[in-house]
């Protein structure tokens, strides 16, 4: 999909196993923003580079046009297919520093943030060769939109290193995960965190089409709109655990599952990054309203 004359939204389709036979079926979207070379923003997971390879070459690109790569974060649908990349094209990766050490060492990673089907979802370790910043502004190729920057946003919750990227000459707004999506599995550590990263988003103005990761592209009006459903959606998450502990729940595996039964999640939506998710929100019960309390006076 094109999303504008330099860039292109790329949906990637695969699969989690979860149990011997047993696989889920997921996706995530990368970019390709094309100039005078060609950068990516996210990678998908192991095996997807042929996906995108096959993308740029039926843009009239060749893959080793690729001389950056941009990581949202550092979750194996992001980084997963880096190594692949980087060993096929050369190209550089760039990430906020809060994110190197699971980048740069994905065992620890499934250490302290077990997946279902780990292993099978990284193509392997990579180097990160540039540390991002909040508001730092990487300068890309000149383009068919001209010269094009990418405005660094430090939007920590989903991670603590979660960034997203403002292209003010084309108003696009990538997020990656920084926005829950409404009707799927939360997934994040710090609910405190996104509602002030949505807080945020918010403000950037110029919005013309926000792009994320798990979701469709959203324009105009929309996009705004989207970052209010992302504040209520993490809000309802926090109302329901609040529900649930008041019933005398306090496992959190409980607390996940009388969730899900309150707001009507997918029958897939129990597992270990869920249940993190309702951890996280067990942390901050004394406040009732996330919303709220991140408003500004």
Known sequence: MSVAPSVHALRLNYTIPVAPGVTLDRFV?????????????DTGVAGC???????????????KEISRIILTHSHPDHMGGAWAIQRATGCTIAAHAAELEWIEDPELQNRERPVPGFESL??????????????????????????TDLTVIHTPGHSPGSISLFMEETGILFSGDALPVPGAAPVYDDPGASVESIGRLKEVEGVNALFQ?????????????????????IQSVHSAVQAAAKEGLDDPDDVAAKTKAILGLPADTIGPLFTRTIEAHLKLLERESLIEEAEPE
């Not at 180097?127 to 991002?132: E, S």
Request: proline fraction near 3%; include cysteine; aromatic fraction near 6%.
């Open 29 to 41: 979207s990368c970019f390709l923003i094309y100039g005078e070379t060609i950068t990516l923003i």
């Open 213 to 233: 990761s798990w979701d469709e592209p959203r324009e105009g009006l929309m996009a705004y709109a989207r970052m209010d459903q992302g504040l209520a959606c």
């Open 122 to 147: 990284i193509s392997g370790a990579v180097t990160i060769d540039a540390l991002l910043s909040d508001g730092e502004v990487l300068v890309l190729d000149e383009n068919l939109d001209g010269m």
């Open 49 to 63: 580079s042929t996906d995108i390879f096959e993308s740029i070459r039926a843009s009239g690109r060749a893959p």
